[in-house]
């Protein structure tokens, strides 16, 4: 099956600073969402985007297919942006089996 | 506003003791995935229904099961829980992932004890 690296795995910022987030993976894909988990465990969804750039508010993403790779940027961090944010694909090859493949995360930690 | 329901948000129950989680859905999604999140790890399939058809993961152990009495509903049940099934179990629903922009959009999640 298709395999989903993140990097960092952790990472601990100054509120107001920058990050940028990857992912790779490891075959095409038909699908690829970034998600937010909070603290209480609610899975956010941030980006739908198998490929193409988009942006909404102090978050934005980049996905390029034919290299395998997605970035997630976050602006100006603040406390509440902490929590795990997961890279998640639906492999390409054309079967019928829609599953989302995750990561295993990178732990955000947005201090004040 | 809630679109993918999950309840409760949290159950205990007894080891051994069966237990069912429900979602459902005001999406009119065609189907529904049940996940599986253990402590400190990443969300793992364990099924899902394409309409009527049940779909299960390769290592799904039995004592998971699902039901899907209409488009709106789902169940979960865990025959016989033990220890290492207490987690967080996610529900999902998309519309048709063989059409273009099919997100998959998740509840908030039902996180199981077991005693």
């Known amino acids: 099956g298709i395999q989903v690296e993140q990097s960092p795995p952790d990472l601990i910022l100054q509120e107001g600073a920058n990050s940028t987030l990857r992912c790779n993976f490891s075959?095409?894909?038909?699908?690829l969402q970034w998600f937010h988990q909070n603290p209480w465990g609610q899975l956010i969804n941030l980006f739908y985007i198998p490929s193409g750039t988009k942006q909404n508010g102090r978050l934005s993403a980049t996905t390029v297919a034919t290299e395998r790779y997605s970035l997630l940027y976050i602006s100006s961090s603040q406390t509440t942006d902490s929590g795990v944010y997961f890279c998640a694909v639906e492999e390409g090859s054309g079967g019928s089996n829609y599953k989302l493949t995750f990561g295993k995360g990178t732990l955000l930690t947005v201090n004040p | 506003d809630a679109m993918v329901i999950q309840n409760p948000r949290y159950q205990v129950t007894q080891f051994g003791k069966p237990v069912t989680l429900s979602c459902s859905q005001t999406l009119n999604h065609n189907v529904m995935y049940w996940y599986q999140q253990k402590s400190s790890q990443a969300p793992k399939l364990l099924f899902h229904y394409y309409d009527k058809d049940f779909n299960n993961e390769a290592d799904t152990p039995d004592n998971f099961q699902s039901r899907r009495p209409n488009t709106s509903f789902c169940f979960l049940d865990i025959r016989s829980p033990g220890l290492g099934d207490a987690a967080m179990y996610l529900c999902?629903?998309?519309?048709?992932?063989?059409?273009?922009?099919?997100?998959?959009?998740f509840g908030d999640g039902t996180r199981l004890s077991i005693l």
């Open positions: 075959d095409s894909v038909n699908n």
């Open positions: 999902a629903t998309s519309r048709d992932p063989r059409g273009r922009e099919q997100p998959q959009h």
